[in-house]
Nanobody, 122 residues
């Protein structure tokens, strides 16, 4: 069974920093894109950043210059470094990964973590 386990959320003051981690565990063949999404109360889930296996990244305009996504393929882990945090960054952050379960599979399936709360408040 494939699992994505997130860590690193919490309460931080405006202007502060947090680093989120998400590790994929279980039995699988390969991971393609990995990313972070967030959902604030009363709002739809939105893309924060995504990274390919080769390291190409894409960040939402609202976080460009403040957040940075990275990954360690050897550890099947994706990170989100969040700097200059603002109250509007408050949300539940979800890890996402496209995973192929075995070499026979023709498709990559979407997997989600359980979510980690990030609260930015003074």
């Amino acid at each position: 069974q494939v699992q994505l386990v997130e860590s690193g959320g919490g309460l931080v003051q405006p202007g502060g920093s947090l680093r989120l981690s998400c590790a994929a565990s279980g039995s699988f063949f390969s991971i393609r894109d990995m990313g972070w999404y967030r959902q604030a109360p009363g709002k739809q889930r939105e893309l924060v950043a995504v990274i390919t296996t080769g390291g190409t990244t894409n960040h939402a305009d609202s976080v460009k210059g403040r957040f940075a996504i990275s990954r360690d393929n050897a550890k099947n882990t994706v990170y989100l470094q969040m700097n200059s945090l603002r109250p509007e960054d408050t949300a539940v952050y979800y890890c996402n990964a496209q995973i192929k379960k075995n070499w026979r599979s023709s498709n990559y399936d979407n997997y989600w973590g359980q979510g980690t709360q990030v609260t930015v408040s003074s």
